[in-house]
């Protein structure tokens, strides 16, 4: 009996939004045909729920499992799934606002497509980071910059503009001022060492290499740039990047970013690890709380910041071909 496929998607996730479900629905049916079982629509906070009751009803029979919606929302599936100790092969659609583990992975942009591809994929695995015993699969961000732009994100979905458009014009601020953070970075090989930089990213070593897409576009060009980098760390570690004054080296990295190598610019320093524990300079500011961003997506935790490369990989459906 061919395989069914179950489909559980983000109804905040941006092409939802934009199409609207039953167009979404519909592409869906076209793609899966006969193999589609069933489609179900969650809202973001109940997403973990709807996973979890998925792998406790169908742990034995001939369904597969099928994430639509952007990094944010395969994380929160990964997280679900590491945590019950499943070994099912996660499918994605691409259906948010950024789609950087789907691309990694070969699928299409397109998700009809991507659903037409997943008939006709293979299981592979690919690396976990931890960050204060968070999950991520392909960055977390630790600096301001980056937090307030997806707030600034939300603020916009959530319909408020003015709200969005006051943090996006307070960050570009920041950035053109070079508005910096240092901290204190240790790791066995390297401890005690101060960084600074107005972008701070911790990646995992992601085997770019899977996906035949490329970059296209800025904003894919900028996340395509972590996982293709000379930089990205090899197996059983994590890199941390400190991106230091970008208004300053503007034309440099922007020519990485045009090559899709832009952590490989001098400015950007690197330290890479079995783990990369953050604290402020201030000793005393241990165990206050911070935001961070994990996969595109906002959490609070506090400070010392222990990331680490996870003893589990994650299992993901890719495309035979491309």
Same mark, same amino acid.
């Given at each position: ?6 489909v559980?998607v983000n109804r ?7 199409m ?7 592409g869906?049916q076209?793609?899966? @045909?006969?193999?589609l079982?069933?489609? /179900?629509y969650?809202?973001?906070p109940?997403l973990q ?8 009803d169908?742990?034995?029979?001939? +369904?597969?499992l099928?994430?639509g919606?952007?990094d ?6 990964t997280?679900e799934?590491?945590? %019950?100790?499943?070994? /099912?092969a996660l ?6 606002? $950024?789609?950087?583990?789907?691309f990694?992975?070969?699928? +299409?942009?397109d998700?009809?497509?991507a659903?037409?591809?997943l008939?006709?994929?293979?299981a592979?695995? &690919?690396?976990?980071?931890r960050i204060n *015993?968070? %999950?991520f699969l &392909?960055?977390? #961000? &630790?600096d $301001?910059n980056?937090?307030e732009?997806?707030?600034?994100r939300?603020?916009l979905?959530r ?9 996006v014009?307070?960050?570009? =601020?920041d950035?053109l ?5 240092t ?6 090989k390297t401890?005690n060492? @101060?960084?600074?930089g107005s972008?701070? =990213? ?15 576009? =800025?904003?894919r060009r ?5 996982? $293709? ?6 197996a *059983?570690?994590i890199?941390l990047?400190?991106?230091k004054?970008?208004? *300053?080296n503007?034309? *440099? ?13 001098? #400015?950007v320093?690197?330290?890479?690890? +079995?783990? /990369?524990?953050?604290?402020p300079?201030? +000793?005393t500011?241990?165990?206050?709380? $911070?935001e ?6 906002v959490k609070k935790?506090? %400070?010392?910041?222990?990331i #680490?490369?996870?003893?589990r ?5 890719a495309?035979?071909?491309?």
């Open positions: 009996m061919p395989t069914q496929f179950d559980i905040q996730a941006g092409t939802v939004l934009r609207g479900t039953s167009a979404v629905s519909q869906l076209t793609a899966f @045909q006969e193999q079982n069933d489609i /179900v969650a809202d973001a109940n729920q709807a996973v979890s009751r998925w792998l406790k169908n742990a034995n029979t001939n +369904s597969q099928v994430i919606g952007g944010g929302t395969i994380l929160t599936a997280s799934i590491i945590n %019950y100790d499943s070994e /099912v499918g994605i659609l691409p259906l948010g606002t $950024t789609n950087q583990s789907s990694n992975l070969g699928f +299409s942009k998700f009809i497509e659903a037409k591809q008939r006709k994929s293979h592979v695995r &690919l690396p976990v980071g *015993g968070s %999950y &392909l960055a977390a #961000s &630790l $301001t980056t937090t732009t997806f707030h600034a939300e603020a979905r319909g408020e503009f003015l709200t969005a458009l006051e943090k014009l307070l960050t570009s =601020l950035v001022t070079s508005r910096e953070q901290l204190s970075v240790s790791t066995p401890p060492t @101060q960084c600074t972008f701070i =990213l911790a990646v995992t070593p992601q085997p770019a290499h899977l996906g035949a897409n490329r970059a296209e576009g =800025l904003k900028l996340l395509h740039g972590i996982t $293709t980098s000379r930089k990205v760390p090899e *059983g570690a890199s990047h400190f991106c004054n970008l208004v *300053g503007a034309i *440099g990295i922007t020519d990485h970013l045009l090559r899709g190598r832009w952590l490989d610019h001098p #400015s320093t690197t330290l890479s690890d +079995s783990e /990369v524990v953050v604290s300079l201030n +000793s500011a241990d165990n206050q709380q $911070t961070i961003s994990v996969d595109g997506e935790t506090t %400070y010392p910041i222990r #680490s490369h996870h003893e990989t994650a299992k993901f459906l495309p035979d071909c491309n």
